[in-house]
């Protein structure tokens, strides 16, 4: 990638979400890591333009499912239903049922509020995001 001097909003190669706004190009002059997968961007990696829709979590995923699985395994000791109640407030706050929340709109609320349960929480209790959105819109009565 060529050096410019134009900057612009940058997206993470691995889930697509915005990376950084008004950067110079190549972005970043280091290794950085991603706030919304935690992956590691290295030096130069962000693209101009999103390769997926935002949002797409592909090698994210598999991180997220191995952080969850250490925790099911360490911890084991989960209020699934402070968890579950958690999905439906942020399904309310989206005007959606409990079943619709997707894992990125979760991680966009978490990250702007301080009183959800992480995303690894959620999928260490239950297994999977499949698994805990079954869990909410069973209990949504």
């Keep these: 990638m060529p050096t410019t001097t134009a900057t ?3 997206f993470c190669p691995h889930c697509s979400m915005p990376f950084a706004e008004d950067v110079p190009l190549p972005f970043p002059p280091q290794s950085q890591r991603c706030r919304h997968c935690k992956l590691v961007v290295g030096p130069g990696r ?10 797409a979590r592909g090698a994210a995923a598999g991180r997220l499912a ?13 209020d699934r239903d402070a968890l ?5 407030d942020v399904a309310t706050e989206l005007g959606r049922r409990p079943g619709q929340v997707s894992l990125v709109d979760y991680q966009q609320r ?9 995303l690894t929480t959620i ?4 297994g999977s995001w499949k698994s805990a959105l079954a869990a909410a819109t069973q209990r949504n009565g």
């Design 8 to 10: 612009q909003t940058v």
């Design 84 to 88: 579950t109640r958690a999905l439906r």
């Design 66 to 78: 191995s952080e969850a699985r250490r925790l099911a395994d360490s911890d084991g000791d989960f």
């Design 110 to 118: 978490w990250e702007a509020r301080d009183d959800l349960p992480s």
């Design 123 to 126: 999928i260490g209790a239950f």
């Design 46 to 55: 962000a693209r101009e333009v999103p390769d997926a829709p935002s949002g």
